[in-house]
């Protein structure tokens, strides 16, 4: 039941959330942590374990308008152990944690029907507990909303912008029901393809 579920991931939620934009009385702000099975950062190997024939390894230069492009792929020589725990799967969303002041924070949502691959240092890989969140939604909430919360929470060194997993798991976002999310993303998908 929707109640019980959303009783059973709901936190006390934090007051400033109150002053985000005004949602429906039934919907919830929750952070993403919340709505996370796991945040994890990339892996990162020396030079002599990029290959031509090893695993698809995808960088911050895959992520492209929201989307993820395969394009430049590098490749690693990876044990199976390595492989996976930094293995990409369906819905996992790779959002860019080091990058320009403008482009720290960029996603994309994981397709079907990819090659295998992982993913390097310069990303985190947000797995979602899609029980109770679409990831779609996710994703497109994190195109409205995390240019201006990241470039509000980024550190800066040396020219370069980076955010953490704990800055990525306090992103607010508007909790609603299962039904919703899917008429929601249906909408959205609809207007994007027009």
Known sequence: ??????????????????????????????????????????????????????????????????????????????????????????????????????????SALIPKNIEECVFESKNIRLRLKTEYIKPQLAHLWLLVASRHYFYNNFQQTTGMASINQIQLGQLPIPFCSMEEQEQIVSQIEQGFSL
């Not at 374990?49 to 492009?69: H, K, P, Q």
């Open 1 to 106: 039941d929707y109640d019980k579920k959303k009783s059973s991931i709901m936190k006390i939620y934090n007051e400033n959330l109150q002053n985000l934009i005004t949602i429906p009385k039934d919907w919830y702000w929750l952070d993403i942590k919340s709505l996370s099975e796991s945040m994890k950062n990339g892996i990162y190997k020396q030079k002599k374990f990029y290959t031509e024939d090893g695993i698809a390894c995808l960088r911050m230069y895959n992520i492209e308008n929201w989307s993820l492009v395969w394009k430049k792929i590098k490749r690693m020589e990876l044990t199976p152990n390595e492989i996976s725990e930094y293995k990409l799967e369906f819905d996992d969303i790779l959002v860019n944690r080091v990058n320009s002041m403008e482009l720290v924070g960029k």
